[in-house]
T-cell receptor, first 114, second 111 residues
Framework: EAGVVQSPRYKIIEKKQPVAFWCNPISGHNTLYWYLQNLGQGPELLIRYENEEAVDDSQLPKDRFSAERLKGVDSTLKIQPAELGDSAVYLC????????????FGEGSRLTVL | GENVEQHPSTLSVQEGDSAVIKCTYSDSASNYFPWYKQELGKRPQLIIDIRSNVGEKKDQRIAVTLNKTAKHFSLHITETQPEDSAVYFCAASPGANNLFFGTGTRLTVIP
């Protein structure tokens, strides 16, 4: 069974440009997360979806970040415009619905903003 | 929200020695405490977890202990091997499917 798939793995852009990251969770996983991981730090939650509904986006900087999960499967995280401080790894994770259990992470998308 | 603190930030041990990483959490509602291992450039992967209804769990060379009263939990790795070198993250879940991570411990096992 395929794990969580993310793309692109690496992205280099200039500041003020837009960027988008895509995530395909494990089949059947209703809960999807986007985390931000700065170098040497732990993952920080940006947004959590239950199916297609964003149930926790309190940490998402809504002035420049947006996310969607239109059909309750794949998800896209967008930054527009990107700033220097957005350079980080963006991790997608998924989990079966219904409470606690293992989060399965993707390989991450490493963003460098010049 | 939940605040998870993790210590130490770096840890070096000789091969064969034990390693201990400690975490504290703030939300008494947290009931699930996983530990993730992240090798350089790789995804975090679950290595062990514990729920609030038990005080200790062991899986071969790794064990986790939980003290709910003091709101702290620890990861113990015995007989460390070079392949244990990685960054380890603790996490706590106060329910509602959210998981909050510590800042990580970089473990280096010296052959």
């Amino acid at each position: 069974e395929a794990g969580v798939v993310q793309s692109p793995r690496y992205k280099i852009i200039e500041k003020k440009q837009p960027v988008a990251f895509w995530c395909n969770p494990i089949s059947g996983h209703n809960t999807l997360y986007w985390y931000l991981q700065n170098l040497g730090q732990g993952p920080e939650l940006l947004i959590r979806y239950e199916n297609e509904e964003a149930v926790d986006d309190s940490q998402l900087p809504k002035d420049r970040f947006s996310a969607e999960r239109l059909k309750g499967v794949d998800s896209t995280l967008k930054i527009q415009p990107a700033e220097l401080g957005d350079s980080a790894v963006y991790l997608c994770a998924s989990r079966l619905a219904g409470g606690t259990g293992e989060l399965f992470f993707g390989e991450g998308s490493r963003l460098t903003v010049l | 929200g939940e605040n998870v603190e993790q210590h130490p930030s770096t840890l070096s041990v000789q091969e064969g020695d034990s390693a201990v990483i400690k975490c504290t959490y703030s939300d008494s509602a947290s009931n699930y405490f996983p530990w993730y291992k992240q090798e350089l450039g790789k995804r975090p992967q679950l290595i062990i977890d514990i729920r609030s209804n038990v005080g200790e769990k062991k899986d071969q060379r790794i064990a986790v202990t939980l003290n709910k009263t003091a709101k702290h939990f620890s990861l113990h790795i015995t007989e460390t091997q070079p392949e244990d070198s990685a960054v380890y993250f603790c996490a706590a879940s106060p329910g509602a499917n959210n998981l909050f991570f510590g800042t990580g411990t970089r473990l280096t096992v010296i052959p």
